[in-house]
């Protein structure tokens, strides 16, 4: 079975400044991880996903994240954000293992991002 | 491309009341299908998934059910709603052969 911690319920953050949302999963087994953004009242939008190959993963809206293996983390970062991109981001993860009776993301707690004028 | 619909969006019902909430997927055939629950300010709760016509599994013991009597088509019930059973539901769809899941808007739900 899998888990994943969101280090930060809460990151207020002033527009243009850069902002980093960690994350921090464990697993038995090797994993594919996600990073989703929910807007208020809406149904969650992928960001961003790391497969394989680079460890450095870039996504929509100016997003990218790093995979560490070793410290078994998935941050994601935007070097300047906007107002607009006020709302919270989720982490995911997924055994790698495909399984015919579906394959399941176990969700963070989500951390709730506030970008002040 | 694809897409996801649920209804309804928004929906109060009172305690003991029975629930149908209906998500449907277009663009693709034999997706897998997810409910999952969002309680207020916490995080997503997987309830049921399917990778197929009839066939569901449960993550969680409930007074939920769901059923996917189409291909594309999955829905939730409850014969007798709880306080406890208020929360967004978002339902959600993948790729047979993928891992990443696409979500449907959510339906606000709230029980008096």
């Known amino acids: 079975a899998q888990s994943v911690t969101q280090l930060d319920s809460q990151v207020p953050v002033f527009e243009e400044a850069p902002v980093e949302l960690r994350c921090n999963y464990s697993s038995s087994v090797s994993v594919y991880l996600f990073w989703y953004v929910q807007y208020p009242n809406q149904g969650l939008q992928l960001l961003l996903k790391?497969?394989?190959?680079?460890?450095l993963v870039k996504g929509i809206n100016g997003f990218e994240a790093e995979f560490n293996k070793s410290q078994t983390s998935f941050h994601l970062r935007k070097p300047s954000v906007h107002i607009s991109d006020t709302a919270e981001y989720f982490c995911?993860?997924?055994?790698?293992?495909?399984?015919?009776?579906?394959?399941?993301?176990?969700f963070g707690g989500g951390t709730r991002v506030l970008v002040k004028p | 491309s694809q897409t996801i619909h649920q209804w309804p969006a928004t929906l109060v019902q009172p305690v003991g009341s029975p629930l149908s909430l209906e998500c449907t997927v277009e663009g693709t055939s034999n997706p897998n299908l997810y409910w999952y629950r969002q309680a207020a300010g916490r995080g997503l709760q997987l309830l049921f998934y399917s990778v197929g016509i009839g066939q569901i599994s449960s993550e969680v013991p409930q007074n939920l059910s769901a059923s996917r009597p189409q291909d594309r088509q999955f829905i939730l019930s409850s014969k007798k709603l709880l306080l406890s059973d208020s929360g967004f539901y978002l339902c959600?769809?993948?790729?047979?052969?993928?891992?990443?899941?696409?979500f449907g808007p959510g339906t606000r739900l709230t029980v008096t």
């Open positions: 995911a993860v997924s055994e790698s293992i495909p399984r015919a009776a579906g394959n399941k993301l176990t």
């Open positions: 790391y497969l394989s190959g680079s460890t």
């Open positions: 959600a769809w993948s790729y047979k052969v993928a891992y990443e899941q696409y």
